[in-house]
T-cell receptor
Framework: GAVVSQHPSRVICKSGTSVKIECRSL??????MFWYRQFPKQSLMLMAT?????????EQGVEKDKFLINHASLTLSTLTVTSAHPEDSSFYIC??????????????FGPGTRLLVL | GNSVTQMEGPVTLSEEAFLTINCTYT??????LFWYVQYPGEGLQLLLK?????DKGSNKGFEATYRKETTSFHLEKGSVQVSDSAVYFC????????????FGQGTRLTINP
């Protein structure tokens, strides 16, 4: 089946630094990738939708200058948390839609990245 | 806006017990409904789905029926196994902004031998 990987799986950083998280579709091309954030015991909240070769679409309340998303190829999207602060600590999950599948039907999820900002 | 409400966990059952995890939704029109499962250390996997009213999704012994009249999509399994221990997420995809999924808060299920 389709596999999505994320790197790193876990990262600890100091407040004020920037952290980049990669999301890769390993065996399929993904024209669209999604970034979610999950707080403990809470739901996944969609942060942004990323389309290859164009600017990401951010959900209401998500700071686009804080969470930079780049989708430069059909197999890679990156999320950069700029000037991270402790309140940015969370579990970040990406998903990718297979470009060859029926529109909207199939999203494949990565295993998530746990970010801890000290 | 669209929303999904799931039965709060955690849920702990013995092996071979009957499982129900409740899920209700709020949405305009006829959304598509999904159950995702997240095993420890892994990404979310699609478990089953239903795209129109009265459809029944099924996979690996799990079933859920799209009930428009009660706006529900409850997950059931007749006899659970230890390997079913995971976090289960109910989700919907609305008729607008077609690719966006809205998730419930997740229900952690633990099956004891």
């Amino acid at each position: 089946g389709a596999v999505v990987s994320q790197h790193p799986s876990r990262v600890i950083c100091k407040s004020g630094t920037s952290v980049k998280i990669e999301c890769r579709s390993l065996d399929f091309q993904a024209t669209t990738m999604f970034w979610y954030r999950q707080f403990p015991k809470q739901s996944l909240m969609l942060m942004a939708t990323s389309n290859e070769g164009s600017k990401a679409t951010y959900e209401q309340g998500v700071e686009k200058d804080k969470f930079l998303i780049n989708h430069a190829s059909l197999t890679l999207s990156t999320l950069t948390v700029t000037s991270a602060h402790p309140e940015d600590s969370s579990f970040y999950i990406c998903s990718a839609r297979d470009a060859d599948r029926v529109v909207g039907e199939t999203q494949y999820f990565g295993p998530g990245t746990r970010l801890l900002v000290l | 806006g669209n929303s999904v409400t799931q039965m709060e966990g955690p849920v702990t059952l013995s092996e071979e017990a009957f499982l129900t995890i409740n899920c209700t939704y709020t949405a305009t029109g006829y959304p598509s409904l999904f159950w995702y499962v997240q095993y420890p250390g892994e990404g979310l996997q699609l478990l089953l789905k239903a795209t129109k009213a009265d459809d029944k999704g099924s996979n690996k012994g799990f079933e859920a029926t799209y009930r428009k009249e009660t706006t529900s999509f409850h997950l059931e399994k007749g006899s659970v196994q230890v390997s079913d221990s995971a976090v289960y997420f109910c989700a919907l995809r609305g008729i607008q902004g077609a690719q966006k999924l809205v998730f419930g808060q997740g229900t952690r299920l633990t099956i004891n031998p």
